[in-house]
Nanobody
Framework: QVQLVESGGGLVQPGGSLTLSCVVS????????IGWFSQAPGKEREGVSC????????YYADSVKGRFSISRNNAKNTLYLQMNSLKPEDTGVYYC???????????????????WGQGTQVTVSS
């Protein structure tokens, strides 16, 4: 059974940084695509950054390119999202998510086979 547990959210001032972590269990990295999604108040959930299961290549939404960095530590079974130069519009609940045998996971936020963590709140405000 796949489990995803996020941590690392919080309140930060504009321009600040946060690192989100997602401890995963029950999956193998080469079988599951994995990544981070966010949901701002009143908006649809959308893909922020994902890692390809096939070659480990990364995807970033245009709004976070150059500011966010996704990585994983296979030995610790942990996925990370380093968030720098945070903006108020980055505010939302951030979810770690995974699905089997899917490439480009970030473009499929409504995938029926998607498995989600519980989410962690990120608030960027002065």
């Amino acid at each position: 059974q796949v489990q995803l547990v996020e941590s690392g959210g919080g309140l930060v001032q504009p321009g600040g940084s946060l690192t989100l972590s997602c401890v995963v269990s029950g999956l193998t990295w080469d079988y599951y695509g994995i990544g981070w999604f966010s949901q701002a108040p009143g908006k649809e959930r959308e893909g922020v950054s994902c890692i390809s299961r096939r070659d480990g290549s990364t995807y970033y939404a245009d709004s976070v390119k150059g500011r966010f960095s996704i990585s994983r530590n296979n030995a610790k079974n942990t996925l990370y999202l380093q968030m720098n130069s945070l903006k108020p519009e980055d505010t939302g609940v951030y979810y770690c998510a995974t699905a089997p045998l899917i490439e480009r996971l970030c473009v499929w936020p409504n995938l029926p086979t998607m498995m989600w963590g519980q989410g962690t709140q990120v608030t960027v405000s002065s």
